[in-house]
């Protein structure tokens, strides 16, 4: 797929990745880009076309896919981390954060299939993260939703290939946003990560690793799981030592 005259949407571009998204897909020549939020007045970049979108609701869903029927690069960006553990954290919470991070993906995707597929297939870019691999206390709902929109991904992209429709998964660890403000550590940077997910699309890659965690710790997944956990307590100790 060709960037240069795409007509693209991505969710939760009012700042952050989905920000960076926008606007390198702009800068890469896209015809149009849909640039969503919740509150669609915090949309500050020129040249986009703000819409309301809120992807836990159904109802918001479907409405921006019927204000934006010309799309072919769907941006699934937006996301949630309410730092909550499995076990004795808040179910309402980890329940929320499922309906946002995986079934607002999905419902994304369901809702703009027709869509991509009548607009010559197009492409589906799910913002994922190392985190689908391996979890932490304070983070298992996030590891939780991530592996969960990780599998939905694969799936969906076998359902979707007889219409032409490029899925690709693009996983990273740390970009230098507002999220991960509060930890000291190497990030990369939203335009970076955009710019390798966008390549990733004009390739036909079904999958991006945007940094080197995230390849290190793919890598690590034939281990058996206390191998895994072992290299991955080396590996964080050896990050936050950095």
Do not use: C
């Not at 479907?62 to 909550?84: H, K, Q, W």
């Not at 809702?111 to 607009?119: I, Q, V």
């Not at 390739?203 to 290190?216: K, N, T």
């Not at 281990?223 to 072992?230: K, Y």
């Amino acid at each position: 797929m060709d960037i240069n005259n795409s007509v693209a949407l991505v969710t939760g571009a009012n700042r952050g990745l989905g920000r960076a998204f926008a606007q390198r897909l702009l800068e890469r020549g896209a015809h149009k880009v849909y640039a969503t939020a919740r509150r669609p007045e915090t949309v500050d970049l020129p040249g986009v076309e703000a819409l309301p979108l809120d992807i836990a609701d159904p109802a918001s869903v479907r409405a921006a896919a019927e204000a934006a029927p010309d799309v072919s690069l769907l941006i699934n960006n937006a996301g949630i981390n309410t730092g909550t553990d499995l076990v004795t954290g808040s179910l309402d919470a980890v329940r929320h954060e499922l309906e946002t991070n995986m079934f607002g993906h999905l419902g994304m995707i369901r809702e703009f299939a027709p869509a991509l597929a009548g607009n010559g297939g197009g492409a589906i870019v799910n913002v994922l993260s190392a985190m689908s691999w391996f979890g932490g206390k304070g983070a298992n709902a996030y590891h939780l939703t991530k592996a969960a929109a990780w599998a939905m991904t694969n799936g969906v992209r076998l359902e979707l290939a007889e219409q032409g429709t490029l899925v690709t998964a693009v996983h990273l660890g740390l970009a230098d946003t507002d999220m991960a403000a509060g930890w000291p550590v190497d990030k990369i940077a939203p335009s970076d990560l955009a710019d390798a997910a966008l390549d990733g699309v004009e390739a036909g890659s079904a999958e991006v690793l945007a940094d080197q965690w995230s390849r290190d710790v793919k890598s690590r997944l034939p281990l058996t799981p206390e191998e895994f956990n072992a290299a991955m307590d080396r590996a964080l100790a050896a990050l936050m030592a950095a």
